[in-house]
């Protein structure tokens, strides 16, 4: 089945730049098809261009009862489809959608003077709009807090929409954070710990925990709510952004590869890369196999461990927090940041 024929396909009907590196688009499907979809998921979006289609796995920034459909989509350092997004995707474009997946959404039971704690770092704070959205209007009783963490004010994406929302809702509170003092570029004293956002947001009584953070906030905080003895049923990760090995601003270039394979039999092959490519497109060229399926580091058979050396994934990928700390990267989205040794499971 070709990507036209397993999506819905549309148009893209406006874009808006929100910040300098991120911008939200919006489409119109075929026929005024309205795709259902809950607030916090995601689909996987496909752009054609020219004789190749670009896919990327994309959230919902609009929420269900939006009567439009939109993506908010941040450009990250060296990743072709978001650069693609951000910089050259124009009205009219055609946009095939898949099937909306993904668990990080709102419970369907809850009552409905809930209480709601969103935390959010970047982009991430996209699958908690749509969700804080669809709350906003559909119950006037749930309370909700969103720590929202950022470099500077300059990245903050929907500041003037949440803005709005916090005006006009007094059962919803937003804690702005900063990581960087003005004029500085370094400083990052101002990290936030797991401890701190549970001081922020205060006990108040039983709530459910949304978590949408690169995965050293997302960590911390899990563990200091374990800690203070929150049910895991109430406490719910997007691993979209779990990618320890993330390197902001590293200048990549072609290295050594030495893919490891690991029998006690195995052999192991080196390869210089000719240009800057993924650690999949390396070994694939080199005749090394390495299992994969999607492509987009959304299935995992492309898991390997880096022994040695620093690599870069791009984002979003679904590798777990505990995978990314145990060394392991989905090939089809990293790049070496130096000469590195990667680990090949061998096939019996
Ligand atoms: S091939 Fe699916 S995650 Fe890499």
């Not at 994969?292 to 995992?300: E, V």
């Amino acid at each position: 089945m070709s990507i036209r024929d397993s999506g819905y396909s549309g148009r893209v009907v406006r874009v808006i730049q929100e910040t300098e590196t991120a911008v939200t688009f919006e489409v119109a499907l075929e026929h005024g098809f309205r795709l259902n979809f809950r607030s916090g998921q995601h689909a996987l979006a496909s752009f054609p261009l020219g004789n190749t289609w670009f896919r990327r796995v994309l959230s919902f920034s609009s929420s269900p009862d939006e009567n439009y459909l939109a993506f908010t989509v941040k450009q990250v350092w060296h990743g072709r489809v978001s650069t693609y997004i951000t910089e050259r995707l124009r009205v009219g474009e055609r946009v095939v959608i898949d099937s909306p997946q993904g668990e990080f959404t709102l419970p369907l039971d809850a009552p409905e003077s809930q209480r709601y704690v969103f935390l959010a770092a970047g982009s991430g704070i996209v699958p908690i709009f749509s969700m804080i959205k669809e709350l906003l209007g559909r119950n006037e009783l749930a309370d909700i807090t969103l720590v929202y963490t950022n470099r500077s004010p300059e990245n903050v994406l929907f500041k003037r929409a949440l803005e709005v929302l916090d005006f006009r809702h007094e059962s919803f509170k937003i804690h702005w954070h900063y990581t960087r003092k003005e004029g500085d570029v370094s400083d990052h004293s101002q990290r936030l710990s797991g401890d701190a956002v549970l001081e922020l947001v205060g006990d108040a009584g039983p709530a459910h925990y949304y978590v949408s953070t690169q995965a050293a906030l997302a960590k911390s905080f899990l563990d200091a709510l374990a800690a203070s003895g929150v049910s895991e049923t109430h406490v719910h990760f997007e691993l979209f952004s779990a990618a320890s090995h993330v390197t902001d601003g590293v200048e990549l270039q072609p290295r050594r590869i030495t893919f490891e394979y690991s029998s006690l039999l195995g052999k192991e092959v080196t390869v210089q890369q000719k240009q800057v490519e993924t650690l999949l497109e390396t070994a694939n060229a080199a005749g090394v196999a390495v299992p994969y399926n999607c492509t987009l580091g959304n299935c995992h058979a492309c898991k390997l461990k880096v022994v040695h050396g620093s690599t870069v994934m791009d984002e979003p990928n679904t590798l777990s927090i505990q995978d990314a700390q145990a060394g392991y990267v989905l090939a089809c989205v990293t790049y070496p940041c130096e000469d590195v040794v990667v680990q090949v499971p061998r096939k019996n």
